[in-house]
């Protein structure tokens, strides 16, 4: 099995920043995608942030320029920095996996998710 541990989720002041965290644990053979998705009240899951293996990233448009999405391959850890925040920014963040648990067998994980509010 795999869990991913989310941590950081705090409430904050508009402007302020933050930074996320994501552990994952198990039996992992390595790490494919890993990413950071949102959900606010009444609204759908969305993407905010994607980083691969390599270290490519992927941004939604609403974040870029403000959030840093990285990654720790030896710790199996992926980070979202999030700075210039703002009311729009309040959501609970989920984190995702894409694992490769054997060299035929991949699947998708995610984390409990952690509550970001930013106070205006």
């Known amino acids: 099995q795999v869990q991913l541990v989310e941590s950081g989720g705090a409430s904050v002041q508009a402007g302020g920043s933050l930074r996320l965290s994501c552990a994952a644990s198990g039996s992992i053979l390595s790490i494919n995608t890993m990413g950071w998705y949102r959900q606010a009240p009444g609204k759908q899951r969305e993407l905010v942030a994607t980083?691969?293996?390599?270290?490519?990233?992927n941004y939604a448009d609403s974040v870029k320029g403000r959030f840093t999405i990285s990654r720790d391959n030896a710790k199996n850890t992926v980070y979202l920095q999030m700075n210039s925040l703002n009311a729009e920014d309040t959501a609970v963040y989920y984190c995702?996996?894409?694992?490769?648990?054997?060299?035929?067998?991949?699947?998708?994980?995610w984390g409990q998710g952690t509550q970001v509010t930013v106070l205006s």
């Open positions: 995702n996996a894409n694992v490769q648990l054997r060299v035929w067998s991949r699947n998708d994980y």
């Open positions: 980083i691969t293996s390599g270290g490519s990233t």
